[in-house]
């Protein structure tokens, strides 16, 4: 298991130093900004549609490694897919990061790439900082002008 472990966190930390999407989207459909004001996470998620495909989906913020990688790995998992399939997918995420640890690994078996994140469920804090682009994300897909926070939910 702690192959396994430092595997995730060798993806983990490439995302971070390396984040994929990131930058400011343009033309973009929608943007919606997100704050985490426990770990002081930040970003903006743009989004670009073509009907109800995800054409193009980009992230812009500073926060904690969770946070950033979180994002990267998000936009790509989300590019190209219906609305449908990212708020699914979206359910898949959240589902697995609030679960028990052991539920986690269950969860994680359907996420393929995502499931390095599965063991943030033994930290609490952290739940935020991993789940905060999904939320910024669901609020620009659905239309949302508000500032996401991790404080109105998890």
């Avoid at 500073?62 to 399939?85: F, Q």
């Avoid at 699914?88 to 359907?110: E, G, K, N, Y």
């Avoid at 393929?112 to 897909?141: D, I, M, N």
């Amino acid at each position: 298991m702690s192959d396994l472990r430092d595997l995730y966190q060798e993806v983990i930390l490439d995302h971070n130093k390396r984040p994929r999407n990131f930058g400011v989207l343009t033309p973009a459909d929608h943007h919606v900004d997100g704050h985490n004001p426990l770990c002081g996470d930040r970003l903006t998620v743009y989004l670009r549609l073509e009907g109800d495909r995800i054409a193009d989906v980009s992230f812009v913020g500073t926060g904690c490694a969770i946070s950033k990688a979180s994002a990267s790995m998000m936009t790509d998992s989300v590019k190209g897919r219906t609305v449908a399939e990212a708020d699914a997918l979206f359910t898949s995420f959240h589902d697995m990061i609030t679960a028990p640890p052991d539920a986690a690994a269950a969860a994680a078996a359907t996420l393929g790439k995502l499931a390095v994140f599965s063991g943030v469920s033994e930290y609490p804090t952290r739940v935020k900082c991993a789940t905060l682009a999904w939320h910024t994300l669901q609020a620009a897909l659905h239309a949302s002008a508000d500032t996401v926070s991790t404080e109105s939910g998890d």
